[in-house]
């Protein structure tokens, strides 16, 4: 068996642990086996196929990560959830996220955000070796062309969370790194201009989307690559590459236009639509839907963390988790779309009534209808509250999460019973925010941009009224980055758009705010807003990620750092 190493950063053996069922909807079921050599997949198109359904799984390579035989790319669904890193939400212990948000990010320690380039150069070695010797296997050559394409989806997914976690990257193309390769050779080392990376991921994109299925059909099961996945990657990356960390703070039509042209291929396809059965239950669900583009699909053999209880409120059994920030709660609309503000004390008084309805399915507060009861986070003797029972566990900004827990699902002894709804990678509403801000960008608010952001707003269950019109592009820049705050949230998008738009040293830099609520004896609410988490700072540096001292020592320090760090 080969022991093959990327970077010396990992050492891995070649092994095949997914099985295939043939049903659509299990593809992705776990089978764990002994570990493999590479001449028993090579001569296996069975073992051969399920090593590269295999290159779905994201690897543990840090506490408090998925466990490395469940569906993913390694991020997703975990104790501390990606917003924690934002203004959506603070983790309610830490769990080496408080870090990031204090602005103590080092080489050395990087908190939850230290795997992406141990995990991507893996991966990527994975998938070349996976291509290299496609051609041995003796498969069809449909069957060969449907797997080269997949493996290229999956490549420049990995060097997707390379570019924006880090910017300039080693682009290692279709070499197989091996132990005893010259780690001295600088060109193993290069780090390429960004632009240079997008159009090499852009145009594996191309490529893959032409050999990928339009749907998942047949034996090529729910959860895989499909065109459509393809083209959402490549309309997500250059939405980035138009933006302005990617571009030095410039703005340039073409590259937006080329960014708005890449979310209407995704939109022309006519198999994609708005989900129409509820904001709320888009996120609940076990099963696709219309909205759906790309998702990591759970089933009885497969879970992720138990969501009710690692996110649920204190006085119900639950562990705190990914507690929703104030800074968020305030962007919140009220329902007749004005902004709510608690300077007016009709507002104030009433902080939690007639808000934008996506708001009652992504956050619990004080009041809130949950599991039978409602919400007690005041003070004092609410249950969920610090005075409730587990205070350890009670909230530090006086709200709990909502969007993506299910009130079927068990808080309590959730064990082989919780933890099955998806992960949803790319989704219809994040293609139409994409083309309104690429499109407004090029050529300013047309029609198109309003129908996008419109139809969002007016989708089932949420009802929003329609945006002004005449605004001016300015103005629809920030309605539409407002959209994206709010319907985007929790979904991992914050963190990189403060970053392309280089407002992070703005809103990163905010107080990381609560609420406090007091009853009196007869029962009235006053509320008061405090610091949920003190020390929030951000610097520049921190625009990119810091590549792990670990690496760059591994390279004989050939690889160059980040500015800052």
């Known amino acids: 068996m080969k022991n093959i190493n990327i970077f010396k950063s990992v050492v891995f053996g070649i092994a095949a642990s997914v099985a295939l069922t043939g049903c659509e909807k299990d593809f992705l079921e776990i089978t764990p086996t002994d570990v493999l050599n590479d001449s028993s997949i090579l001569n296996d198109s069975v073992l051969f196929d399920a090593f590269v359904v295999n290159r779905y799984l994201g690897v543990k390579l840090t506490n408090k990560e998925g466990d490395s035989n469940q569906p993913g790319f390694g991020r997703g669904f975990e104790y501390g959830m990606w917003s924690s890193l934002t203004d959506e939400s603070i983790y309610n212990n830490n769990d080496d996220t408080w870090l990031i948000q204090q602005g103590q990010l080092a080489p050395e320690n990087l908190g939850i955000a230290g795997t992406f380039w141990a995990r991507s150069y893996r991966s990527i070695r994975e998938i070349n070796y996976a291509l290299a010797h496609i051609n041995e296997v003796g498969m069809s050559p449909s069957h060969v062309n449907l797997l080269v394409a997949e493996l290229k989806f999956i490549r420049a997914f990995r060097y997707h969370d390379l570019i924006r976690n880090y910017g300039e990257v080693v682009l290692v193309g279709d070499h197989v790194t091996e132990l005893g390769d010259d780690y001295t050779d600088p060109a193993l080392f290069d780090r390429r201009p960004i632009a240079e990376a997008m159009a090499y991921v852009t145009s594996e994109l191309d490529a893959a989307a032409a050999g990928l299925p339009v749907s998942n059909s047949g034996s090529y099961g729910e959860g895989r690559a499909t065109r459509g996945a393809a083209l959402a990657l490549k309309s997500r990356l250059l939405l980035y590459a138009a933006s302005p960390l990617y571009t030095n703070g410039s703005s340039d039509a073409q590259k937006w236009a080329q960014a708005a042209a890449a979310a209407k291929a995704v939109m022309d396809m006519g198999t994609y639509s708005l989900y129409q059965g509820g904001y709320g ?285």
């Open 281 to 565: 239950s888009l996120f609940t669900g076990q099963g696709s839907n219309q909205e759906y583009i790309f998702a990591r699909f759970y089933n009885i053999t497969a879970r992720h963390l138990a969501l009710e209880i690692a996110n649920g409120p204190n006085g119900y059994g639950g562990w705190g988790g990914n507690v929703p920030l104030q800074n968020l709660v305030d962007d919140y609309e009220m329902a007749d779309g004005t902004m709510f503000s608690w300077s007016n004390p009709t507002q104030a008084a009433a902080p939690y009534e007639n808000r934008d309805p996506r708001f009652y399915e992504t956050v619990l507060f004080n009041g809130a209808q949950y599991r039978g009861r409602a919400v007690e986070t005041f003070r004092p003797n609410g249950l969920d509250s610090p005075e409730g029972p587990d205070n350890w566990n009670s909230s530090r900004t006086g709200y709990y999460l909502k969007k993506f827990i299910r009130e079927d699902l068990p808080i309590i002894n959730p064990w082989d019973v919780a933890g099955v709804q998806n992960w949803i990678y790319f989704r219809y509403g994040e293609i139409l925010l994409n083309y309104a801000e690429a499109q407004n960008e090029a050529v300013g608010p047309d029609a198109t941009v309003y129908e996008a952001i419109n139809a969002i707003r007016g989708r089932q269950g949420v009802n929003m009224p329609a945006l002004p019109a005449g605004l001016s592009q300015s103005e629809m820049r920030d309605r539409i980055r407002h959209e994206r705050r709010i319907e985007l949230a929790f979904e991992e998008h914050r963190f990189y758009d403060v970053r392309r738009w280089m407002i992070a040293s703005q809103v990163e830099n905010e107080e990381a705010e609560g609420i406090r609520i007091l009853r009196d004896g007869a029962g009235n609410l006053t509320y008061e807003v405090v610091t949920a988490l003190t020390g929030k700072s951000f610097q520049d540096k921190h625009y990119w990620l810091p590549i792990p001292r670990f690496e760059i020592q591994a390279s004989n320090n050939l690889l160059p750092q980040n500015p800052g760090y």
